[in-house]
């Protein structure tokens, strides 16, 4: 067999139908392979697309994404999404080419160093030096990725390893003795969680993307209700819980809910699942959760006390803590019911005051008005993505997910360009579903000439690009922080985004007053075929949030609630010491 | 904050490429600071032990340790407790000394401190000595008088005493 048959074998082996790539001098092997291989190959027009789509994929449907480039510009332009797929722990496997291992360190044509560039970025990388080598790596690089904390792998391939034959042995082992992620909690620690737990009058759980990733949105939902207890939101653990449930809270953090920063600031006990406590999650960390007692349950150990001081920390998948969680507790709660009654009470009169304000009838479309159309018109199971800016925190505010993997972002490394080719992959993934991409002007204009990927292999996604002719959330940030001097955030009045979606043969549709969008939105997702919405947006408006290094109970910009007249906001201000001391 | 202290941290990695770049670019890339690393065959076969020496606080030293084994090419991570470990450096000092007097006194210290001389020439003598860093420190110092042309020193590595893992 050949080293390029194998690749292709292996990863049919791992139940691998379909991947993402563009080819290259360094892969017509494999793509000579390809070329009559029932694998499907999608050819983006962009490597980054390749990735993020891959990543898109993964995110949507659990399953390890590929994506494929050739060496040197390959390789780099694959580098952003795979960084983004490494900050938000998605299983992608990254195979690069790679000059032959005779020019290997010569500077030659195309060549770079992709091991070295994607060795901080991925979970683990590989370099194949012999085609034998190949399916172990394969294998082992499914098995990292998909396990423990999850995360993008890459594979560096040189040329003539994709030529040269070998003796393909089906009985190959793979030995990784440095690789064993803790997956059950200790017993202890989670007797000692439950005892706090109990304790608590003044509960609140915080859900991170480690509740998507290990599938625990049910244990999550049930220890909820078990100890009554309000949840709240990473932007990745968004969907994680049904945020129309009345112990919902939203999302936390620097464009969190209102009413999620200031309960987070008062609670006596916050559990945190899955969650690598993010500066935009936290705001400024000694101030975060000041009266609370932490208990932090992840599958990596090293998140632990890495960023906030831990008082119960639980190593483990989440699934399985949560469950032994749930049990304990249950049996403790026999004896002792407690009651979380008074706070709980408290927090849905909180939350009804400050219910963000979704209805405008403004023209130009406020986007709050926009995303309340958007949910209108779409199942709960259809799939969004966001860009990143402020279309993203727009969205991840004000957006009612239920569902985990229906909401797809980047968020640890706040990629641009990264919504529409996820979106590419998503749908791929999960044809049976709608997905719709939510971008800025500015991050769909990065990677617009994907949208010749999903004419030609008909992928009908469709994208709603927020037009307000500016980097808004720079913008924003000159706005409120830099005295209105917007250097360099004006988009200028070019392209016409509906004529750029016509000369790709995709539909373009224009959006500009209140109960457009609805409208166009569902015709665009009956008519099955890819659809660009360009959505007219105030560029004024400013989704209030808190400026960098404060707390996030200090929130600047005015929160523009639900009621016409908004009660008291029944916030008591933190008592700084612990209650528990 | 915590009280900043020197770790001997003892690692035994898979003997592949890259893996010291691994080790090296984690501690560049997440700010740890590396003092002194050694890299060298261990017992078993396919695995290196790479002995790294770092100052910092308990909660540094906690990441470290968490972020060493993060990564898949490292098998075994420990810290080395400082009242258990042996530390042993092996240290080459190149002097200058043509005078008999000189060679002689060169030859003295050397023995004091049971070092070798490992090669002479007309100009030059060259001192071997292990053992701890501070203990070579102070060859070195003594020696420094009469005129020291090239120092190469391994940088400690560790091992822990009696029975310990
Ligand atoms: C690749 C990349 N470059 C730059 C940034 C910095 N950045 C963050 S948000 C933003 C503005 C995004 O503008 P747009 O896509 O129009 O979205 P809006 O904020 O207007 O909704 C920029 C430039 C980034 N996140 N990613
Ligand atoms: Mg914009």
Redesign the pocket.
Known sequence: MKGSEAIIKSLKDQGVDIVFGYPGGVLLPLYDVLYDSDLKHILVRHEQCAAHAADGYARASGKVGVCIGTSGPGATNLVTGIATAHMDSSPILAIAGQVGTALIGRDAFQEVDTLGLTMPITKHNFQAMQADEIPGMIKSAFYIASTGRQGPVAIDLPKDVQEQEFEYKADFQIDLPGYKPTRKGHPGQIKKASNLILKSKKPVILAGGGVVLSESSDELLELSKLIKAPVTTTLMGKGSFPEDDPLSLGMLGMHGRKVANLVVDECDCLIVIGCRFSDRTTGKVDEFAPNAKIIHIDVDPAEIGKNVDIDIPIVGDAKIVLTSLIKTISKLKEGNPGSTKEWTDYISDFKINCIPRLSFDDVPLKPQQVIKEIRDSIDYDAIVTT?????QMWMAHYFTSKIPRTFLSSGGL????FGFPAAMGAKVALPENDVVAVC????FL?VCQDLATVREYDIPVVVCV?N?R?????AQWQKLFYDERMSHTHLGEVPDFVKLAEAFGVRGERVEKPGEMKETLQSALKSGEPTLIDVIIDPDEILPMVPPGCGITEIVGEYKVEREVPGEIPYRAPHKEKEWE | MDEQRTHVISTLVLNKPGVLQRVAGLFTRRGFNIDNITVGTSEQENMARMTIISKGDEKVLEQIIKQLNKLIDVVKVRDLDPENTVKRELCLIKIHAISEKKRSEVIQYANIFRGRIIDVSPETLTVEITGSPGKIEALIDLLRVFGIKQIARTGPTAISRGTLD
């Open positions: 860009d990143v800016g402020q279309n706040g990629t641009m360009g800025g002007d500015g991050g990065m927020l307000n500016y980097l808004g959330m720079v």
